[in-house]
């Protein structure tokens, strides 16, 4: 179980009649010392009473911690970390209602970023997670079955993937993502493009009918943006109750130029105007072709051949033959900015 620490002594009669948070935190991190030292400055400003303090484990990144914060009865759960620090939290605090601050301590910090949470700033991050406004989202949950016949669930807070964004996270350099960030997925993806081989799949969007396809990478996304200002998914949305499914898909070295053109000029640029999108329409063919963009509430993949690697927001999760996403409609309450 988990180390709990509660800052300034057993509560007293007034103590217990203000709200109280809980900050779950990975003791390892650099600048905790920090962190509960803005923590006190806002329980002071907001009529907090002093927080429950609630370490990680090394098998147990936060799911569990939610749940024991869950039944200590506290009104707002604060993750401190990074995307699979949030990413379990959020899991834990599923379908409870009681709302999740975020303070980023992580390299890709995906979900923070898309939510415009300060990534650069723990400080503001705190002053947010205690004042800040309450939003209900989605989230994704994804059963996906290993090789050897296993199967797990897991949660995603921004997007999953099979095949070549997978292999690049996997093949990322941890010293240089420490270093330089999510720039160091640079590094791994133009290491792992040459080596990348397309495979095939059957999938089918809302136990519909099944469609094959050869394709790089299959992703299933509940936000759209990467960091670099990549808008992968434009129409996602958080709040919607639709999963969206991008088939990457390019025939060739030269076919991604094509995705690249997609993502960083198509969807930054040209769907921002109507004459834009007159013009995706008219050269929309090797458009549609290298990306191709689906929307449901839930998708079926099956993988042919060989296994393939798996991510979820940026975290490797090992090889998987088959997966099923499925979008879980306002499952998680978070502290956004006003």
Do not use: C
């Not at 016949?149 to 897991?154: P, V, W, Y």
């Amino acid at each position: 179980m988990a180390s709990e620490t509660t800052a300034g002594g057993p509560a007293t009669d007034d103590q217990s009649a203000r709200p109280r948070a809980a900050v779950i935190s990975n003791p390892t991190k650099q600048g905790i010392d920090a962190l509960r030292a803005a923590v006190e400055r806002a329980e002071e400003r907001q009529g907090f009473a002093p927080s429950l303090w609630i370490d990680t484990l090394e098998d147990d990144p936060g799911k569990g911690m939610a749940r024991e914060a869950l039944d200590a009865g506290v009104d707002l759960v604060i993750a401190a970390g990074g995307d699979g620090t949030v990413r379990s939290v959020a899991a834990g605090l599923s379908g409870s209602g009681v709302p999740m601050g975020i303070v980023p301590l992580g390299t890709g910090n995906l979900f923070a970023r898309n939510i415009d949470v300060p990534v650069n700033d723990p400080d503001d991050a705190v002053v947010l997670a205690f004042s800040g406004t309450d939003r209900t989202v989605d989230l994704l949950v994804a059963d996906v079955v290993r090789p050897n016949g296993a199967q797990e669930s897991h949660t995603s807070l921004v997007m999953a993937g099979i095949g070549i964004d997978a292999a690049m996270i996997s093949n990322t350099n941890p010293e240089l993502k420490k270093r330089v960030g999510w720039l160091a997925y640079v590094d791994a993806g133009l290491r792992s493009l040459p080596a990348s081989q397309p495979f095939r799949i059957a999938f089918r969007m809302d136990a519909g009918r099944h469609h094959r396809s050869k394709v790089s990478s299959i992703l299933v996304a509940n936000l759209g943006y990467l960091p670099g200002n990549i808008e992968l998914v434009p129409d996602a949305e958080i709040d919607d109750g639709r999963l969206d499914v991008v088939r990457l898909q390019p025939r060739n070295l030269f076919g991604w130029l094509f995705v690249w053109r997609t993502v960083a000029w198509e969807n930054r640029v040209l769907r921002k105007s109507a004459f834009g999108r007159q013009l995706m329409d008219l050269t929309g063919g090797d458009r549609h072709r290298a990306v191709a963009y689906s929307r449901g509430r839930s998708v079926e993949i099956d993988i042919d051949g060989e296994p393939q690697e798996f991510e979820i927001d940026g975290d490797e999760f090992g090889e998987i033959v088959s997966a099923r996403f499925r979008v879980d409609p306002a499952a998680l309450t978070v502290r956004v900015p006003r």
